[in-house]
């Protein structure tokens, strides 16, 4: 069961010109704080009403610890970026269904594709199912080498292959660069990222039986499933589901982008 705990900030570090690592700590327990799941951050401002949605970037749920990586691009997470170490946060979580991997086994091989402000809830996933023993290929692609984070997390669970559209880091190109030149087998695919990449990793598996777990972004006022402003269409019937009730995980075979 969700639960809105205070956690006090502990370290902000800048990883890019835009992009902050916030590491936060509780006393409460945490539960449920699993990859793919997502919390709701209450702003310290009146002014704020509604609640940022961040993915889970790493979570200690024994410690306490819980990490969440943004990228400044309104008014909230430049509140956020602001925020010094020792100052309280509110945060309700953990939210969402997460990615599906219980199935999973050690040595089995999964392909994890990434970019941008997708990345941060696939960095918990792939130090998860390192841990599991499973064989974690990262694909992640960035606009340019200014804006590339996350490497150390990825290359630390496994094979970690970069492409920037500019060249000035791994490959010139895009995922779907690096998703063309890859043959090698898995038993499980998980994609989050802008629409775009999306679409094109539901287009690349589309003809296999491979499970494809897609993490999708809305726009979120309530995060539980009381507002309606998340809906997404799934299925042969356009049944309307919550991104933040019953995703923000989806099939790819199901899932209409
Ligand atoms: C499930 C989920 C997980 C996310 N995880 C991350 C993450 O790990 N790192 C990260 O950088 N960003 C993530 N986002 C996007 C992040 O929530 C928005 O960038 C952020 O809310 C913008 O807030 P703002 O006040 O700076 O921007 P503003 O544009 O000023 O926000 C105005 C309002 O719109 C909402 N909003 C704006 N953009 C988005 C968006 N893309 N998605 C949902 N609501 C939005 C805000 O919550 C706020 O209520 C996630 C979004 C969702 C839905
Ligand atoms: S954000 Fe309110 S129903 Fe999903």
Redesign the pocket.
């Known amino acids: 069961m969700p639960s809105a705990n205070d956690f006090i900030i502990q370290e902000q570090c800048q990883l890019t010109a835009d992009v902050y690592l916030l590491k936060l700590k509780t006393t409460a327990k945490l539960s449920g704080y699993l990859p793919g799941k ?1 919390v709701m951050v209450a702003l310290p401002n009146e002014l704020f009403q ?1 609640r ?4 889970i ?1 790493d979570c200690q749920a024994m410690q306490g610890q819980l990490s ?11 509140l956020l970026a602001s925020l010094k170490p020792g100052v309280k946060l509110n945060i309700l979580g953990a939210l ?1 269904n997460g990615f599906t991997y219980q199935s999973l086994t050690a040595n089995d091989q999964v392909l994890l594709i990434g970019g941008g ?1 997708g990345l ?2 696939l960095m918990f996933l792939a130090k998860t199912l390192a841990q599991k023993g499973c064989q974690v290929t990262t694909m992640a692609g960035f606009r340019t080498q200014a804006q590339v984070f996350g490497t150390a997390v990825f290359q630390a669970s496994g094979k970690f292959l970069l492409a920037t559209d500019d060249g000035t880091a791994g490959i010139q190109g895009t995922v779907k660069t690096l998703l063309d030149n890859w043959s090698a087998n898995c038993r499980h695919v998980y994609a989050c990222g802008p629409l775009g990449l999306l679409q094109t990793v539901q287009k690349h598996f589309a003809d296999c039986q491979l499970p494809v777990d897609l993490s999708l ?5 309530c995060g539980m499933g009381a507002c309606a402003g998340c809906m997404v269409s799934i299925g042969q019937g356009d049944l309307n589901q919550h ?1 933040c009730l019953e995703g ?1 995980v989806f099939s790819a075979a199901e899932v209409k982008l």
Request: avoid cysteine; glycine fraction near 14%; hydrophobic fraction near 35%.
């Open positions: 997502f509604l940022r949605p961040l993915a970037a969440l990586v943004y990228r400044t691009v309104g008014q909230g997470t430049n969402g402000t941060p809830p972004e809305s726009r979120m006022g991104v923000p």
